[in-house]
């Protein structure tokens, strides 16, 4: 049996609300046999990973940009340094509207990003992603996420994979997008 994985990203900056949310839905997956994709930052990585770990013995992939990287509140131990491949440039190039003015150090986390979705061999996709982060509409009525959480989620939706952000939604708004994407089985 092949595991099945899920994508938990988002904002540092999160309310009490949206900790819990995340914790649920992490624990939930876990408890369903699922691996949480996360990136050991504070304020969403952070719940879901914690979440993760208190519904599963399953270890966790935490994808780290560089030896030493300070994040959230997570045991150390678990992460994933990631090498960098030549593949993930690629996909930030064609994700990234800026590709080109990111840093070093901004490159390495969104090239995390990548990992987040696809797994350490980038063949590996997570079934869903779930994200926590700020939004906006586009002329499309199409929902666009902010910040970096924008490369892990532009990726998600450029490969079908279906995306949740909790971000301003309610629990039955959070509920019915699960049921829009596995019926009455949530996470089975």
């Known amino acids: 049996m092949s595991n099945k994985y899920f994508t938990l990203v988002g904002s540092r900056n999160i309310s009490e609300k949206e ?46 940009p560089w030896k030493n990287f300070k994040g959230g509140s997570v045991l ?9 491949p030549e593949e993930t440039l690629e996909y930030v190039k064609k994700i990234h509207p800026a590709f080109d003015r ?3 150090g901004a490159l390495k986390l969104h090239q995390r990003n990548i990992h987040q979705v696809l797994g350490l061999d980038l063949n590996t996709p997570s079934e869903i992603l779930i994200a926590c982060a700020d939004f906006n509409f586009d002329q499309y009525g199409v929902e666009r996420v902010k910040g970096g959480t924008a490369t892990a989620w532009n990726l998600a939706k450029s490969l079908h994979i279906p995306c949740i952000n ?3 939604r309610s629990k039955e708004e959070i509920l019915t997008e699960f049921k829009k994407i596995y019926g009455g089985d949530i996470g089975k």
């Open 76 to 84: 150390i131990g678990d992460e994933i340094v990631l090498p960098m």
């Open 166 to 168: 909790i971000r301003d």
């Open 102 to 104: 990111l840093s070093q």
């Open 19 to 64: 900790y819990l949310t995340l914790f649920g839905i992490a624990k939930y997956f876990a408890q369903h046999g699922y691996i949480i994709r996360s990136g050991k930052a504070n304020g969403a990585d952070t719940a879901g990973e914690l979440g993760f770990r208190e519904g599963t013995y399953l270890k966790p992939e935490i994808y780290i």
